[in-house]
Every structure is written in C-alpha cells, then in structure tokens.
C-alpha cells in the first residue's frame, strides 16, 4: 500500500503562483515508477496535469500547461512538487497526485494504482 498526501492548495488571484506538494509513503517501487499530478474540476472527469519518471526524471505535460506549471521530485524526501505559474481561473480544480509502478508514463488517470486525497486550488479573475 503506497499514501500519498498532498498539499499547497489555497486561492490567489490570476497571474498568480502556487507551488503543490505530494509525499509518498509505505510501499515503494524501488525507482522504478512514475508520479504524475491530475486535476478535476466539478463535474468533469480527472485530467492529466504532468507527469514524472522517478528514476531518470523525465517529465510531461499536457499543453494547457507548458511553459507554466514545473514538475519536480526531491528523491530524499519521496515528495513530487508541482510549480505553477502565471496561473488562470481555468486552472481551478481539485489537485491530485497519482503514482504508476512502471516507468511509463501515462496521461490516463485510470492506470495509475494509487491517489492521495486531492487539495484544492482556485484561481479568481
């Protein structure tokens, strides 16, 4: 079993910064997995923010947020960040932290094996 928590969340303002942090614990994957952010807002289905390998640190993104939002890991810490930036009313959403046992990323929410609880950021405009 793998817990993650995340945290960071809150309300700014557009044009603001936030910076969402995760910490995983219990099981481990060794180094061979992969922790990505979603994002869900009401009455919609979790989408894909970004994703880390946490071995090599290859990241993605989904191109709603390229060139603003920067995910990182603190490999000691076993805590996956998320840098958000110049953010928009349309980045408001709860946040997850999701972790895939393989080195494959992947954008669907449904082939990660474990999720922490979501906190929640709201841009205003």
């Known amino acids: 079993q793998v817990q993650l928590v995340e945290s960071g969340g809150g309300l700014v303002q557009a044009g603001d910064s936030l910076r969402l942090s995760c910490v995983a614990s219990?099981?481990?994957?060794?180094?061979?997995?992969?922790m990505g952010w979603f994002r869900q807002a009401p009455g919609k289905e979790r989408n894909f923010v970004a994703a880390i390998s946490w071995s090599v640190g290859s990241t993605y993104y989904a191109d709603s947020v390229k060139g603003r939002f920067t995910i990182s890991r603190d490999n000691a810490k076993n805590t996956v960040y998320l840098q958000m930036n110049s953010l928009k009313p349309e980045d408001t959403a709860v946040y997850f932290c999701?972790?895939?046992?393989?080195?494959?990323?992947?954008?669907?929410?449904?082939?990660?094996?474990?999720w922490g609880q979501g906190t929640q950021v709201t841009v205003s405009s």
């Open positions: 999701g972790v895939r046992g393989t080195i494959v990323p992947t954008t669907t929410a449904s082939e990660y094996d474990y």
């Open positions: 219990g099981r481990t994957f060794s180094s061979r997995y992969t």
